[in-house]
């Protein structure tokens, strides 16, 4: 396919998401003033998530509603009840920048990691097969569908969040040093700050 013709096509794919997108958003099931939204706590909270852009205020979060927080996040869907993740709760505003970019009252970073699944099936005599392509998709929507869920959870508490791949950006050798993971079977997918708005900052819609 010549030069032209592939950009025509990403065209046509572009203008076919814009307008699949655009008939989500106007769909009346999706309608944040529909009756059930407005009579059902939980449609009432999924339609508040907001990301927040930017530095959170100085408000902290406290430590028994991050721990409510975590208790929710690991109730989300995991394949084989396998739960191949880890969940590195951070405080330190210092590292969260060093590791985001950003800075709020509480980092939590979601790491696909096998070690935890690897040694309980070494103890009971098991053989693991874990490092393969295969294993890392599924133990990454693990991973993702916890961190949503978090979401869910911290907004229903009225507490804000952003979730970010700055973990991603530059030496990702960092987040190995800083935070002292596993070398092997341990890979850092998505890092969600808590926090609570400050007034002068912008909001986005989730996503």
């Not at 509603?65 to 191949?84: E, F, H, K, P």
């Not at 709020?104 to 103890?123: E, F, P």
């Amino acid at each position: 396919m010549n030069t032209s013709r592939k950009a025509a096509s990403r065209r046509r794919f572009i203008r076919g998401g814009m307008g699949i997108g655009g008939g989500l958003l106007a769909a009346p099931a999706f309608s944040q003033t529909s009756d059930a939204s407005q009579r059902n706590q939980t449609l009432k909270v999924i339609h508040s998530l907001r990301t927040i852009h930017g530095d959170f205020s100085d408000k902290q979060v406290a430590d028994a509603d991050v721990q409510t927080i975590l208790g929710a996040s690991i109730r989300a869907a995991s394949a084989s009840n396998t739960q191949s993740y880890s969940i590195i709760v951070v405080r330190d505003a210092e590292k969260m920048q060093k590791l985001t970019g950003y800075r709020g009252s509480c980092l939590l970073l979601y790491s696909v990691d096998h070690n935890r699944t690897t040694a309980t099936a070494k103890h009971l005599g098991y053989d693991v097969y874990e490092d393969n392509l295969s294993a890392f998709i599924t133990s990454a929507m693990n991973t993702m569908l916890a961190a949503q869920t978090a979401v869910i959870a911290a907004r229903s508490l009225g507490i804000d969040s952003l979730l970010t791949n700055g973990i991603h950006r530059g030496d990702m050798e960092r987040v190995w040093t800083i935070l002292d993971l596993p070398q092997t079977s341990c890979f850092p997918l998505i890092a969600l700050i808590l926090g609570i708005r400050a007034p002068s900052r912008p909001t986005g819609k989730a996503g």
